[in-house]
């Protein structure tokens, strides 16, 4: 969208822009929450970036899903959604192996179902997601937080603490 490409070329720029941002704007920050990993490879080596990445995602998302219930008698189970990729078995596999063995600080016991996957060209929601995912890609690989801004304060907090957002750069 940024770069132009595609359809996006006969918009300026501006625009587009303004566009990125407008969506993100969409994230209320109260009915629906971001939780996000931004791991840099050579700061967990020789760790797995997926193994790690994903545990720090799953972890956060039952976490929340814990506090609902506890916090305000919002019992819910929780559904993970994925843009299709070529990570698709290693993430089932650990979803298995977390709910099942359990993980680094304890077991899944939220989620609903394994993680599903997606093409993001279906659905908006992944959509959604991958400007969450490409604000964060500006933000710590290029130094633009301008996307970032708009969502900085809607990552998952609770008791004045943000549990939501994960950085191991």
Same mark, same amino acid.
């Given at each position: 969208?940024?770069?132009g490409r595609?359809?996006? $070329?006969r918009?300026e #720029? $501006?625009d $587009? %822009? !303004?566009?990125i941002? /407008?969506? %993100?704007?969409?994230?209320d920050?109260?009915q629906?929450?971001?939780i996000a @990993?931004?791991?840099r490879k050579?700061a967990?080596?020789?760790k !797995?970036?997926?193994?790690c990445?994903?545990?720090?995602?799953?972890?956060? +998302?039952d976490?929340?899903?814990s506090?609902q219930?506890f916090?305000?008698n &919002?019992?819910?189970r929780?559904l993970? *959604?994925?843009d299709k990729s070529?990570?698709?078995?290693?993430i089932? @596999?650990?979803? #298995?192996?977390f709910?099942v !063995?359990?993980?680094?600080w304890g &077991?899944?016991? &939220?989620?609903? =179902?394994?993680?599903v +996957?997606?093409d993001?060209?279906a659905?908006?929601?992944i959509q %959604?997601? /991958? %400007?969450?995912a490409y604000?964060?890609?500006r #933000?710590? =690989?290029k130094?633009d @937080?301008?996307?970032f /801004?708009? *969502?900085a304060?809607? +990552?998952d907090y +609770?008791?004045g603490?943000q549990?939501g957002l994960?950085? /191991?750069?």
């Amino acid at each position: 969208m940024l770069a132009g490409r595609k359809s996006w $070329r006969r918009i300026e #720029k $501006r625009d $587009r %822009l !303004d566009g990125i941002k /407008d969506a %993100l704007r969409l994230i209320d920050g109260k009915q629906c929450r971001i939780i996000a @990993s931004v791991v840099r490879k050579g700061a967990i080596a020789p760790k !797995d970036p997926v193994h790690c990445t994903f545990q720090q995602l799953i972890t956060r +998302f039952d976490h929340f899903l814990s506090r609902q219930h506890f916090h305000f008698n &919002n019992t819910q189970r929780g559904l993970v *959604i994925f843009d299709k990729s070529g990570k698709e078995a290693p993430i089932q @596999s650990l979803a #298995k192996e977390f709910k099942v !063995d359990g993980h680094e600080w304890g &077991n899944l016991r &939220n989620m609903a =179902e394994v993680p599903v +996957f997606v093409d993001s060209e279906a659905t908006r929601l992944i959509q %959604l997601a /991958d %400007l969450v995912a490409y604000a964060l890609f500006r #933000k710590y =690989e290029k130094g633009d @937080s301008q996307f970032f /801004d708009v *969502i900085a304060q809607k +990552f998952d907090y +609770f008791g004045g603490v943000q549990h939501g957002l994960h950085i /191991d750069v």
